[in-house]
């Protein structure tokens, strides 16, 4: 069924692993060891993560890949953006 599929958009970056990141992947930052979930937003791929309904976005010029590494996404994945 084709509505069971959802299309995820190339960011045009990497991972540290040289892994692809899409809109939907979930990575986890390097420097405070936080996940955040991909998304396509005002025309620009951010890294949005919530803690306390308090949104944090970081706008696509800071290169999240080089620092990150893809450990899931979105739909497969869901427990990994719950807060602990």
């Given at each position: 069924?084709q509505?069971?599929?959802?299309i995820?958009q190339?960011t045009g970056?990497?991972?540290?692993n040289?892994?692809?990141?899409?809109?939907?992947?979930?990575?986890?930052y390097?420097f405070?060891k936080l996940n955040?979930?991909?998304?396509?937003?005002?025309?620009?791929?951010i890294?949005?993560?919530?803690?306390?309904n308090?949104?944090?976005?970081?706008?696509?010029?800071f290169d999240?890949?080089?620092e990150s590494?893809?450990?899931?996404?979105i739909?497969?994945?869901?427990?990994?953006?719950?807060?602990?």
């Amino acid at each position: 069924n084709q509505d069971s599929f959802k299309i995820m958009q190339y960011t045009g970056l990497k991972d540290k692993n040289g892994d692809e990141i899409y809109e939907g992947d979930i990575i986890k930052y390097d420097f405070n060891k936080l996940n955040y979930r991909i998304e396509f937003v005002n025309a620009e791929f951010i890294a949005r993560r919530f803690y306390e309904n308090i949104e944090n976005l970081y706008p696509s010029e800071f290169d999240y890949g080089k620092e990150s590494e893809v450990i899931g996404n979105i739909y497969e994945n869901p427990e990994l953006i719950k807060e602990k």
